[in-house]
């Protein structure tokens, strides 16, 4: 299957300061992909939807001046957590909208995630 | 209203056996696809296995298989044979609509535990 790096895949950083999270696409171009939160044994929850050269969706709730996203090219969404507190840590997983050639099957595939503490 | 609802926070199996997890949907919709995933412990979503709204037959993917029931909104994952690294958590997903850009909703999730 299609598949997505995330980078770093675990940080740890101090309260107050920005964290920048990567997520590729390495074999296909991904107009658009997602970014979700997962909370220890808690199912996803979507936080906003980035498309390429545009600006990103957010989901009710979701604070864009908090975590700012940037699709800058078709392989390529980050995701910025700025000033970041202890309340942001949590297992951040994006995923990359698939549409193979010929195929009807359009699904998400997803990084590998990364979980941030914020000390 | 829940758009996915999983009923089953864990399920215990016994290793060769088979397994349902039950997924129910809710959507007035008519086109739209779902989706399972598998999680295991070290955190990334493994696709496995897709239904679409249209297809007339239940999808099938090696051990893994969908029960499609569209008049009762269901779509629970079969896995057949049941092995070890089956265990992990597994998350069912529906994408409402044709357009590619919708988002999907996921369940709360089912945690497998495969006994040997």
């Known amino acids: 299957g299609a598949v997505v790096s995330q980078h770093p895949s675990r940080v740890i950083c101090k309260s107050g300061t920005s964290v920048k999270i990567e997520c590729r696409s390495l074999d296909f171009q991904a107009t658009t992909m997602f970014w979700y939160r997962q909370f220890p044994k808690k199912s996803l929850m979507l936080m906003a939807t980035s498309n390429e050269g545009s600006k990103a969706t957010y989901e009710q709730g979701v604070e864009k001046d908090k975590f700012l996203i940037n699709h800058a090219s078709l392989t390529l969404s980050t995701l910025t957590v700025t000033s970041a507190h202890p309340e942001d840590s949590s297992f951040y997983i994006c995923s990359a909208r698939h549409s193979p050639r010929g195929g009807h099957t359009d699904t998400q595939y997803f990084g590998p995630g990364t979980r941030l503490t914020v000390l | 209203a829940q758009k996915i609802t999983q009923t089953q926070p864990g399920m215990f199996v016994q290793e060769k056996e088979a397994v349902t997890l039950d997924c129910t949907y809710d959507t007035s919709d008519p086109s739209y696809g779902l989706f399972w995933y598998k999680q295991p412990s070290s955190g990334e979503m493994i696709f496995l296995i897709y239904q679409g709204s249209y297809d007339q037959q239940n999808a099938t993917e090696g051990r893994y298989s969908l029960n499609f029931q569209k008049a009762r909104k269901s779509a629970n994952l079969v896995i057949s044979a049941s092995q070890l690294g089956d265990s992990a958590m597994y998350f069912c997903?529906?994408?409402?609509?044709?357009?590619?850009?919708?988002?999907?909703?996921f369940g709360s999730g089912t945690k497998l535990n495969v006994k040997p």
């Open positions: 997903a529906m994408r409402e609509g044709k357009d590619n850009f919708n988002k999907f909703y």
